[in-house]
């Protein structure tokens, strides 16, 4: 989740209960691994997408920095680039403890991005596209960073899921600094298309997520929802645990995560 979400959200639910709300725990992390998600056995940030020691991998818009020590871990040299001065600030310490070949963490907007030309091999961008302004000239950026033959792991949210959310979440999620835009597929495609990118790969991330957000939302005041984990997403994390913990309801899984995911993903390369 994005710095500027993460803010909003804190706008509307006091920290003590957001703190029990969140479900960092379990759920989201066999959710996360079932994926393919942070794979480090096989130094996969996401299936297809490698990441070894020769490689430097630069995250634009990378919050509080997972995807970067992630990479830091797998040796290589990693640039974190996110406008929160304070998360990049404690982004810098981390990764100079860490494993990564050299580090480093930048404060930008991306409008340019205050990096060379063809530095990167691996470029990320989560979650971040549909918060900017110019999308086309924000991709032209990550395309001008990357060297030949970079590969890119982009993703935006999928648009059945913020046709819900258009409905229920607050005016504030649709307002700038958050989302301004909703990506229907074959936009995203063309988008990286069109910046001269070759996609390799398209799927999808996480039915759970997407109707966590719409009980997260759904009641309009989450604050009203009264102290602790609200019942509502109590269960829902409850239920889909035991959905993905059962080899019986793999097929349901797989056909929710269709039907409507959280985040719509391109894995695509500069040729």
Not at 91 to 115: F, M
Not at 133 to 158: H, M, N, W
Not at 208 to 221: I, P, V
Not at 238 to 251: E, F, R, T
Request: proline letters at 7%.
């Amino acid at each position: 989740m994005k710095t500027a979400m993460k803010k909003l959200i804190r706008g509307i639910v006091p920290a003590s209960m957001l703190q029990r709300l969140w479900p960092w725990g379990s759920i989201h992390s066999r959710d996360a691994s079932r994926n393919g998600w942070y794979n480090g056995k096989d130094y996969q940030l996401f299936p297809n997408f490698t990441i070894d020691p020769l490689d430097t991998f630069v995250d634009v818009g990378c919050g509080d920095g997972t995807a970067c020590m992630f990479a830091a871990n797998c040796g290589a040299e990693v640039i974190g680039v996110d406008i929160d001065e304070a998360l990049m600030a404690d982004l810098a310490k981390r990764l100079k403890k860490s494993a990564a070949r050299q580090s480093q963490a930048l404060v930008s907007d991306g409008h340019p991005l205050p990096l060379e030309d063809a530095i990167a091999t691996r470029v990320v961008c989560q979650e971040v596209l549909e918060h900017v302004p110019d999308p086309r000239q924000f991709v032209s950026e990550l395309v001008r960073i990357g060297k030949p033959g970079a590969r890119y792991l982009l993703t935006v949210p999928d648009p059945v899921g913020e046709s819900i959310q258009k409905k229920i979440a607050p005016p504030a999620y649709w307002a700038p600094p958050n989302h301004v835009r909703i990506f229907q597929r074959e936009d995203f495609s063309r988008l990286v298309v069109d910046s001269g990118l070759r996609i390799e790969k398209r799927t999808r991330y996480s039915y759970y997520w997407a109707m966590w957000w719409t009980l997260f939302w759904g009641a309009n005041k989450p604050v009203k929802f009264g102290s602790g984990e609200t019942p509502v997403l109590h269960h829902w994390n409850k239920l889909w645990g035991h959905m993905v913990s059962d080899p019986n309801y793999a097929k349901v899984v797989d056909a929710l995560d269709d039907l409507m995911p959280k985040s719509q993903i391109i894995i695509a390369v500069k040729d």
